[in-house]
């Protein structure tokens, strides 16, 4: 392989691996400021103590991933230095700024305030405590505002001027508020959202199937699929409207997804198809007769734009068109399971006893079914993108470092191996969290006495 995939797969291993964790943590840190206040408002105390169980299990879980999230993250900036020198030497005016943006203001607050939320109950008064929670919370949204806004700044530029091959910013606003920037930002908010509900939801009916979940654990699942059940039309809706946006910016994107070689009028939607970039075809196509055409241009008869049309400048079809379906696999499945799910629990009087083992198996077995969703869902934006880094200005290949394609694949070794090692890592000890959830709760310090108002 030639140094430049080479240096494509290593980056897209440590993006792989970090996304997940940022996934978790956004969406994450708002549930817990909603278990923290429904502990605050519940008069009755063993409600109260279940509502304070679930906030304490799982600020551990936000923990161990806001760990591997801040580790990953810091090995993928390296990469812009090691794998792509001339993006920031190009770019840098404009990736810099919002990459520091980033950790002033977002990394900072989530790192300022965590510690008050994982130790600081009976430590601080309530009101301190509420706020940090608050605080770490919008501190993640921060964090995945300005990334973000620079990813989507990449693939729908704005705001600049290209001087002597370098960008410089003429608008701040425009290049933030890019044109995908809102569907993006939306898509991954409930994304996130949605990633969150089903590991809340997998690891509470884990605990139901072991028996071994707290009084928490059938409120938990409740949140979780009351999330899946709420969120995934909406997020089918932002979802179009992402798509509409990408059809106008970047039309061969679209025509990737859809398998569509040929301008046509009424184009297919394709269930499955074999895309052959050599003859330019599709092998073994099932499809509807003119959805696509009615997805996209909500018209029949509207015409879609063919890859032919944009020959030394479309993305690998393949990739693309496969993660697309997945992505909506996926989330079909998801929703499925979270409508079926809710309605059963509601008919069983919100009695988590009395759930059929069937439907905790199928929570438990979609645990991470978020991250899949997810990671199929990027790979369709950032392989999508291809050829360029910066979408129709800058091509990737014209930014990749020189370093031998041998060193590129010891270190992509080495990243996979120790990235394998601590996803199975992470997941076993989610297992072992979720198994003894009041061990897990147990090991946190006992809280220390305020001093009196005299005594300070």
């Given at each position: 392989?030639?140094?430049?995939?080479?240096?494509?797969?290593q980056?897209?291993?440590?993006?792989?691996?970090?996304?997940?964790?940022?996934?978790?943590?956004?969406?994450?840190?708002?549930?817990?400021?909603?278990?923290?206040?429904?502990?605050?408002?519940?008069?009755?105390?063993?409600?109260?103590?279940?509502?304070?169980?679930?906030?304490?299990?799982?600020?551990?879980?936000?923990?161990?991933?806001?760990?591997?999230?801040?580790?990953?993250?810091?090995?993928?900036?390296?990469q812009?230095?090691?794998?792509?020198?001339?993006f920031?030497?190009?770019?840098?005016?404009?990736?810099?700024?919002?990459?520091?943006?980033?950790v002033?203001?977002?990394?900072?607050?989530?790192?300022?305030?965590?510690?008050?939320?994982?130790?600081?109950?009976?430590?601080?008064?309530?009101?301190?405590?509420?706020?940090?929670?608050?605080?770490?919370?919008?501190?993640?949204?921060?964090?995945?505002?300005?990334?973000?806004a620079?990813?989507?700044w990449?693939?729908?530029?704005?705001?600049?001027?290209?001087?002597d091959?370098?960008?410089?910013v003429?608008?701040?606003?425009?290049?933030?508020?890019?044109?995908?920037?809102?569907?993006?930002?939306?898509?991954?908010?409930?994304?996130?959202a949605?990633?969150c509900?089903f590991?809340?939801?997998?690891?509470?009916?884990?605990?139901?199937?072991?028996?071994s979940g707290?009084?928490?654990?059938?409120?938990?699942?409740?949140?979780?699929?009351?999330?899946?059940?709420?969120?995934?039309?909406?997020?089918?809706?932002?979802?179009?409207?992402?798509?509409?946006?990408?059809?106008?910016?970047?039309?061969?994107?679209?025509a990737?997804?859809?398998?569509?070689?040929?301008?046509?009028?009424?184009?297919?939607?394709?269930?499955?198809?074999?895309?052959?970039?050599?003859?330019?075809?599709?092998?073994?196509?099932?499809?509807?007769?003119?959805?696509?055409?009615?997805?996209?241009?909500?018209?029949?008869?509207?015409?879609?734009?063919?890859?032919?049309?944009?020959?030394?400048?479309?993305?690998?079809?393949?990739?693309?068109?496969?993660?697309?379906?997945?992505?909506?696999?996926?989330?079909?499945?998801?929703?499925?399971v979270?409508?079926?799910?809710w309605?059963?629990?509601?008919?069983?009087?919100?009695?988590a006893?009395?759930?059929p083992?069937?439907?905790?198996?199928?929570?438990?077995?979609?645990?991470?079914?978020?991250?899949?969703?997810?990671?199929?869902?990027?790979?369709?934006?950032?392989?999508?993108r291809?050829?360029?880094?910066?979408?129709?200005?800058?091509?990737?290949?014209?930014?990749?470092?020189?370093?031998?394609?041998?060193?590129?694949?010891?270190?992509?070794?080495?990243y996979?191996?120790?990235?394998?090692?601590?996803?199975?890592?992470?997941?076993?000890?989610?297992?072992?969290?979720a198994?003894?959830?009041?061990?897990?709760?147990?090991?946190?310090?006992?809280?220390?006495?305020?001093?009196?108002?005299?005594?300070?």
């Amino acid at each position: 392989m030639d140094a430049l995939l080479l240096a494509r797969m290593q980056f897209a291993a440590n993006i792989s691996f970090h996304i997940l964790f940022p996934t978790i943590t956004i969406a994450l840190g708002w549930l817990l400021l909603f278990f923290r206040w429904r502990y605050l408002r519940a008069a009755d105390a063993v409600v109260k103590q279940s509502w304070l169980a679930a906030y304490r299990f799982w600020t551990k879980v936000f923990a161990l991933s806001f760990a591997l999230g801040v580790v990953s993250g810091i090995t993928m900036s390296f990469q812009f230095g090691t794998n792509w020198p001339g993006f920031m030497e190009r770019v840098g005016n404009v990736a810099g700024p919002l990459l520091g943006y980033e950790v002033l203001t977002a990394f900072f607050l989530e790192a300022g305030f965590l510690g008050i939320m994982l130790f600081g109950h009976g430590r601080v008064s309530e009101r301190v405590h509420f706020v940090s929670t608050f605080l770490v919370a919008l501190g993640t949204t921060l964090s995945a505002f300005w990334i973000l806004a620079l990813n989507s700044w990449m693939q729908t530029p704005a705001g600049h001027e290209v001087i002597d091959g370098e960008f410089h910013v003429t608008n701040w606003l425009q290049v933030i508020f890019n044109p995908s920037f809102p569907y993006r930002f939306a898509h991954t908010l409930l994304a996130s959202a949605l990633t969150c509900g089903f590991l809340m939801a997998g690891l509470s009916a884990w605990q139901l199937i072991k028996r071994s979940g707290s009084a928490a654990a059938p409120r938990v699942l409740r949140v979780g699929l009351t999330l899946g059940a709420v969120l995934i039309p909406v997020q089918i809706f932002v979802g179009d409207l992402h798509g509409l946006n990408t059809l106008e910016h970047q039309p061969q994107k679209v025509a990737a997804m859809e398998g569509i070689w040929q301008t046509e009028r009424g184009a297919p939607l394709l269930l499955f198809a074999i895309p052959d970039e050599t003859a330019r075809d599709n092998h073994a196509e099932i499809g509807i007769p003119k959805l696509a055409s009615l997805i996209l241009k909500h018209d029949p008869e509207g015409e879609i734009r063919g890859l032919n049309e944009f020959q030394g400048a479309h993305p690998p079809v393949a990739p693309v068109f496969f993660a697309f379906r997945v992505m909506v696999g996926v989330g079909v499945l998801m929703l499925a399971v979270s409508w079926a799910g809710w309605w059963i629990y509601r008919r069983r009087g919100w009695n988590a006893e009395a759930l059929p083992k069937m439907l905790l198996w199928t929570l438990a077995g979609m645990t991470f079914s978020g991250w899949v969703a997810t990671l199929a869902g990027w790979y369709v934006t950032e392989i999508g993108r291809q050829p360029f880094i910066v979408y129709g200005l800058l091509r990737t290949a014209d930014v990749a470092s020189t370093v031998p394609g041998s060193m590129i694949a010891l270190t992509l070794t080495l990243y996979v191996t120790v990235y394998l090692a601590l996803i199975v890592s992470y997941i076993g000890v989610l297992k072992y969290m979720a198994e003894k959830p009041e061990q897990t709760i147990a090991d946190e310090p006992p809280p220390v006495a305020l001093p009196t108002r005299s005594a300070a």
